[in-house]
Each structure stands twice: as structure tokens, then as C-alpha cells.
T-cell receptor, first 117, second 110 residues
Framework: DTEVTQTPKHLVMGMTNKKSLKCEQH?????MYWYKQKAKKPPELMFV???????INESVPSRFSPECPNSSLLNLHLHALQPEDSALYLC????????????????FGSGTRLTVV | KNEVEQSPQNLTAQEGEFITINCSYS?????LHWLQQHPGGGIVSLFM???GKKKHGRLIATINIQEKHSSLHITASHPRDSAVYIC????????????FGTGTRLQVTL
């Protein structure tokens, strides 16, 4: 299995709802990432998990809450979102490696398109 | 100035043309990625480079570490190559982040 699977593919939620995005990979990658992408813009990093521990939080508002319950699964819990949070949310994974070892790549999921109404 | 600059921003080509997309970066990197994204879709990793040149089918990617520059070439372009091509650089570290360029929107017409 060489894929990153994201569910759901599309999500419409109200500003008072609570929902979760799910990301799964079975490649043995121990680094997992959440990115947010607005239309016609490059992806913006939100969170990085390394060995199931949060290693980078790019000052993301607390209405986004990541969780990494095991090495294959990454969740993004959503609560009290705003319409401007509507975007494509991309998950990615990569192997971890020693500093300077560059021969490892990213695998991206196909994303969850989120609309907040 | 962005850390990763791509050119051109938009590119229209006729089927069969040779295409070059350029990427320049200003930071130290451990690797450079070329990514492809179709409209509304997820991202596909095309190449990861730390030196030299790589080829996959009609795609060729090169990198010059000293000049901090990379190019993506598409030979014999086809309408199915129409997509956004994104250059992204990776900093050193075990779980390091990608810094993305703004992308090149390629349209290949018949």
C-alpha cells in the first residue's frame, strides 16, 4: 500500500458543528503532516507529527485540533470554524531519517474539501 | 521576497512542445521536490532531488545546488500534462517542513 487515504473527500459544516478529518497510511511512515490550501495558492503547513508526537504547530488557531492516535492514523478535529476556514485540507506522510539523509519523499493524500457555512 | 520562486507563473503550450519550468530558492535545503496538482485534486510527487538529474518518462528534473536552482522539463507535452506544477524545498531534520513555491499553471492545448 503506497497511498495516503483521506476521508471524507468533501465536507460541509456549520459554524457550530464539530467534525473530524481522517488520514491513514500503511507505508510505515513515522512523520505525518496537515496542510491547508486555499484556491490558487500553495499549501500552508499546519501541523507536523513525528513518531506520533506533535513536533511543529504553525500557530494554528485552537479551533483546529490534531491528533495522532497511532503510527498509521492522523486526525484533525474541527470545532467552531469560520467561513474563511473553507479550503482543501491535505494530509501527507514521509519516512523520517537522520539529519542530512535526503533520500526520502513525501506522499500526499487527495485532500478533503471543506466548506464552512 | 519568497524563499522559493517559480517562473513562469502561467504557461500555455501546444501539444508536442518542450516545456521548462524554473525554480530558485534562497535557503539551505536537504532536498527539492517537484509536485503536480490537477484542478481540485490532491498532490502527486513527481521528483525528489538532492543533486544532479532525474528522469521519469517524459519528465526530467535537474538541480544545481551551488546556484540554488532547479528546472522541470516536459518533453513532447500533452493536454493531460495540464496542471499546476509546484516546486518545494525541504529543510534538514527528521520531520522537516516543505516550503512551497507559488506554482506554475500549465495549459497544454491541442
Amino acid at each position: 500500500d503506497t497511498e495516503v487515504t483521506q476521508t471524507p473527500k468533501h465536507l460541509v459544516m456549520g459554524m457550530t458543528n464539530k467534525k473530524s478529518l481522517k488520514c491513514e497510511q500503511h507505508m510505515g511512515h513515522r512523520a505525518m503532516y496537515w496542510y491547508k490550501q486555499k484556491a490558487k495558492k500553495p499549501p500552508e503547513l499546519m501541523f507536523v507529527y513525528s513518531y506520533e508526537k506533535l513536533s511543529i504547530n504553525e500557530s494554528v488557531p485552537s479551533r483546529f485540533s490534531p491528533e495522532c492516535p497511532n503510527s498509521s492514523l492522523l486526525n484533525l478535529h474541527l470545532h467552531a470554524l469560520q467561513p474563511e476556514d473553507s479550503a482543501l485540507y491535505l494530509c501527507a506522510s514521509s519516512p523520517t531519517g537522520d539529519r542530512g539523509l535526503a533520500n526520502y519523499g513525501y506522499t500526499f493524500g487527495s485532500g478533503t474539501r471543506l466548506t464552512v457555512v | 521576497k519568497n524563499e522559493v520562486e517559480q517562473s513562469p507563473q502561467n504557461l500555455t503550450a501546444q501539444e508536442g512542445e518542450f516545456i521548462t519550468i524554473n525554480c530558485s530558492y534562497s535557503v539551505g535545503i536537504s532536498a527539492l521536490h517537484w509536485l503536480q496538482q490537477h484542478p481540485g485534486g490532491g498532490i502527486v510527487s513527481l521528483f525528489m532531488l538532492s543533486s544532479g538529474k532525474k528522469k521519469h518518462g517524459r519528465l526530467i528534473a535537474t538541480i544545481n545546488i551551488q546556484e540554488k536552482h532547479s528546472s522541470l522539463h516536459i518533453t513532447a507535452s500533452h493536454p493531460r500534462d495540464s496542471a499546476v506544477y509546484i516546486c518545494a524545498v525541504r529543510s534538514a531534520g527528521t520531520a522537516s517542513k516543505l516550503t512551497f513555491g507559488t506554482g506554475t499553471r500549465l495549459q497544454v492545448t491541442l
